[in-house]
């Protein structure tokens, strides 16, 4: 029996990798196996030879397989076995595979068989089918013209008695002058002017509420779908971004964050102040405090960062999640949460080396978590179709919002309600689900206000008005809707080219920005 030795096989790895232009690992292997030391006669090799190497080895097991097997049709079901399982597995493996496939092969022909049979029954009995539900629409037919004659013999029964008592009531003078003209072969009537339909009639319509292409400015820009978007505090500076961007307090530096794993410090000029360099993953979450010195990231990595900006430096790595950190939120300048894929919310304090607080209770991935004005509540959201709403007096939830019927992905705080500027205004919580609905909660008493029913397709982004008057929605149908929460209804709305993944308003809340999946950034006036 023929056998090819090291030194062949090496050279055939060797011609293999040159002609597959890989040069720098031709020149390693054939140094380190010392090619050119071999009797080997390159000229004598045909290019492809590994390759007709193996299929010839291939063929020839698959006849030592077909030769060992009585059965016929073995070779035509061999045919159907990958090359790894010839090389790897001996005939009697081989023929057990075959044997199952092939069995396999006789339960989805019989499968067919048997769905065959059903179309024909139903072809049979189509016809009967067709017949009774004509049969039945003709009756329903009857049914309602029934109905019909009966409420106009009603009417006719109620006008009569109107009719004869019209008969008795003196004309005024507009109807004598009716009749006039009718005496004289010309028919008129004499009465009020037309309404003017166009200012007394009351605007429902959702066209109505369309923002004018007047009143949005379209910027481009962006070679990526546009995903995060931030206003400057202080300014009409907006930021935009594909992961993560954020303005700092003052609206003096602007923060983003990146797949490759780095956040970026910028002046508001566009000029790079510096890189901060630690996570080993895509940044999902990027936060500034409100004091404006630390920043705050969350990455797949499963760790959270906070940076002394100041020192330019990281200053303290939290190392408690066990799948990738979702999001992050200040709860006040020196502590706050994060959120992961394991299910599991942690709240962590700078100095500390364990988390201050652990809040288990969601069932799935925690999208979002954010803390309520005064920092005494957070809420959170999951993949488990629940919000939960958490208290750092107790371990378990305070309340469970159980309305939705898929994943929720995003969660908003109103700016109303004790230490905001609107204190007279009750405290709400805002849900945006892929269930294509956004939900208002009653804060104190865990329980739903409204369910704003006005988009197609997953919501993934709500932001409140300033005032705590309005409530945007972005959503993946292309449209961005402006809801009154006091009416309870969209007031104003806008649809662009492409699904929307965030939206946000300046601080003086007569502009909304949106991000679309069609690399624009639309920015809307909003005036009521």
């Not at 957070?378 to 179709?385: E, P, R, V």
Request: with cysteine.
């Amino acid at each position: 029996m023929a056998s090819i030795t090291s030194v062949e096989l090496n050279y055939l790895v060797f011609r293999y990798l040159q002609e597959s232009g890989f040069t720098h690992s031709a020149f390693t292997l054939g140094y380190e196996a010392g090619i050119n030391k071999c009797t080997i006669d390159g000229n004598l090799i045909p290019p492809g030879a590994l390759i007709t190497f193996v299929q010839k080895g291939l063929q020839y097991l698959e006849m030592e397989a077909n030769l060992s097997n009585n059965d016929v049709e073995m070779d035509e079901d061999f045919s159907f076995l990958q090359p790894l399982d010839i090389i790897t597995k001996d005939v009697n493996q081989l023929r057990q595979m075959i044997k199952e496939k092939r069995k396999n092969i006789q339960k989805d022909r019989d499968k067919d068989k048997d769905k065959e049979k059903d179309k024909e029954y139903d072809r049979e009995h189509e016809g009967e089918r067709v017949r009774v539900r004509e049969k039945e629409r003709h009756e329903k037919e009857r049914e309602r013209e029934k109905d019909k004659e009966k409420a106009e013999r009603d009417k006719e029964r109620e006008k009569q008695p109107e009719e004869l008592a019209d008969r008795d009531m003196p004309m005024d003078q507009e109807d004598r002058d009716t009749v006039k003209h009718e005496e004289n072969g010309t028919t008129s009537v004499v009465g009020p002017e037309p309404m003017d339909i166009a200012t007394t009639s009351t605007i429902t319509s959702q066209e109505s509420c369309e923002i004018p292409n007047s009143d949005v400015t379209i910027l481009e820009g962006h070679t990526s779908e546009v995903c995060a978007c931030a206003w400057s505090p202080t300014g009409s500076l907006l930021a935009s971004g594909l992961l993560m961007t954020t303005i700092e307090g003052e609206g003096t530096l602007l923060a983003t964050g990146s797949y490759d794993g780095q956040a970026r410090i910028w002046t508001t000029n566009g000029e790079l102040r510096t890189t901060l360099s630690k996570h080993k993953g895509p940044i999902f979450s990027l936060k500034w405090n409100k004091k404006g010195d630390y920043l705050l990231t969350g990455s797949c990595d499963k760790t959270a960062i906070v940076w002394d900006v100041k020192a330019e430096e990281w200053k303290q790595q939290f190392e408690f999640h066990t799948g990738p950190t979702l999001d992050v939120d200040w709860r006040n300048n020196v502590s706050f949460a994060t959120s992961s894929t394991d299910n599991m919310i942690y709240v962590c304090k700078i100095g500390e080396t364990r988390a201050i607080k652990t809040f288990a209770g969601h069932q799935g991935e925690v999208n979002c978590v954010k803390w309520d004005p005064t920092g005494s509540l957070l809420a959170s959201c999951s993949d488990d179709i629940t919000a939960k709403i958490w208290c750092m007096k107790q371990d378990k939830y305070v309340h469970d919002l159980r309305e939705h019927t898929k994943e929720i992905y995003a969660i908003r705080w109103s700016p109303t309600g004790p230490g905001t500027n609107n204190p007279n205004h009750p405290l709400i919580l805002a849900s945006a689900s892929f269930d294509s609905t956004v939900k208002l909660w009653d804060v104190e008493l865990g329980k739903l206000l409204y369910s704003l029913n006005g988009h197609r397709d997953p919501v993934y982004s709500v932001a409140f008005s300033p005032n705590g008057e309005y409530l945007a929605s972005g959503s993946l149908d292309k449209s961005m809707h402006v809801w009154s929460l006091k009416e309870g209804k969209i007031v104003k709305t806008y649809t662009g080219n492409g699904g929307i993944f965030e939206v946000c308003w300046n601080k003086e809340g007569d502009k909304i920005a949106a991000c679309f999946a069609n690399n624009t950034l639309c920015v809307l006036d909003f005036r009521m």
